[in-house]
């Protein structure tokens, strides 16, 4: 394996409000390696894009990383001053959002926008800046990029303007790209088309990327490793054929029986019952316990850390051979 780009440590993130403090992600850890595309899924609320957020170190206020550590290429970033943080965040990390409006600026050609980037950046001169944000939009799939260069955000369309932002996050050459909903706004054949590119980067490029959605079907196409998030923790984290075919924690079963199957006609999906659990309402114990089909007495007392279940590892006291309800690494079965 290779030395990982990214290693999130224990990772805590902090809203303090009037009646107390909210625990927002608690004891986040993983790692990613070069070239490699770590997916995170997960419902609403249970800390993606937050996640995220840290990383690039854009946490809304008063969030705040209250423990833990964040390291790119071994050094620590998330107790860097903003200034260094801004560097670091155009230069070694890249940023794509789910809306392409909140990162273009719409009074500025794309092809200034892609020029001023890579000047802040990159040691190259202006004429050099241009001729290579033409070859961005290229690489993106805008077609007559030369001409469209000059165009201003309004004038291309949604799915056009999302490869405009990823050619914006990938201009500076960053190490690592985080991208939240890359293609959530964009219909299914252009989705299609993005994920191909951000795969090609990973590969060709060696680029580390963090990939957050809900979308199941973008992450089995994209992702070499998954990790299940929730109510602000990892529940499972591995390979992704493995956590998608094998499920190990209960919420990821749950999840993963969700997705309609391809290969049969299914009259009903299987559901979750119940909802996410309000940051002011977390359960003690495993925070999965009040919607989870196989809960025994420990589950409500104690929360789990990530346990080893064979190729993956889940937060789930069914894995630990000291249960009373002890799971052989197989797992549950989901479907």
């Known amino acids: 394996m290779a030395a990982p780009l990214l290693e999130v440590r224990d990772l805590r993130v902090e809203f303090p409000t009037r009646r107390g403090t909210l625990t927002a992600l608690d004891g986040v850890s993983f790692s990613i390696a070069p070239g490699e595309v770590l997916g995170v899924v997960g419902e609403s609320g249970a800390g993606k894009s937050m996640t995220g957020a840290a990383i690039i170190g854009l946490l809304e206020p008063p969030g705040r990383i209250a423990a833990g550590q964040i390291l790119l290429n071994g050094r620590r970033i998330d107790n860097l001053p903003y200034e260094q943080m801004r560097h670091v965040r155009g230069r070694e990390i ?3 959002f789910q809306d392409p409006l909140t990162t273009l600026n719409p009074l500025y050609r794309v092809g200034d926008q ?3 980037t890579m000047l802040t950046h990159l040691d190259i001169t202006q004429a050099e ?18 001409q469209r260069v000059d165009s201003y955000p ?3 369309s949604g799915g056009m303007r999302q490869r405009v932002v990823i050619a914006l996050a990938l201009c500076a050459e960053p190490k690592l790209i985080v991208a939240d909903e890359p293609t959530t706004a964009l219909d299914v054949s252009i989705q299609a088309q993005v994920i191909a590119l951000l795969k090609r980067l990973a590969r060709e490029q060696g680029t580390a990327m963090m990939l957050v959605t809900h979308d199941m079907g973008v992450i089995a196409e994209t992702a070499d490793r998954v990790a299940v998030m929730y109510a602000g923790r990892i529940a499972e984290i591995g390979p992704v054929r493995e956590v998608v075919k094998h499920p190990k924690h209960p919420y990821s079963v749950g999840l993963m029986a969700s997705i309609p199957p391809l290969d049969r006609r ?3 999906l299987a559901q979750i019952e119940g909802a996410m659990p309000r940051l002011s309402a977390i359960p003690r114990g495993c925070a999965f316990n009040p919607r989870c089909p196989h809960v025994f007495a420990r589950c409500r007392e ?3 850390d990530l346990l080893e279940t064979g190729p993956t590892r889940a937060a789930c006291w069914l894995y630990d051979p000291a249960s009373e309800k002890h799971v052989p690494a197989e797992g549950l079965h989901h479907g």
């Open 114 to 116: 892609l020029v001023e």
């Open 302 to 304: 104690e929360r789990p």
């Open 94 to 96: 890249g940023a794509i």
């Open 129 to 146: 800046a241009r001729k290579r944000a033409v070859g961005w939009l290229e690489l993106v799939g805008i077609p007559a990029a030369a």
């Open 266 to 268: 299914v009259e009903r």
């Open 154 to 156: 309004h004038e291309f």
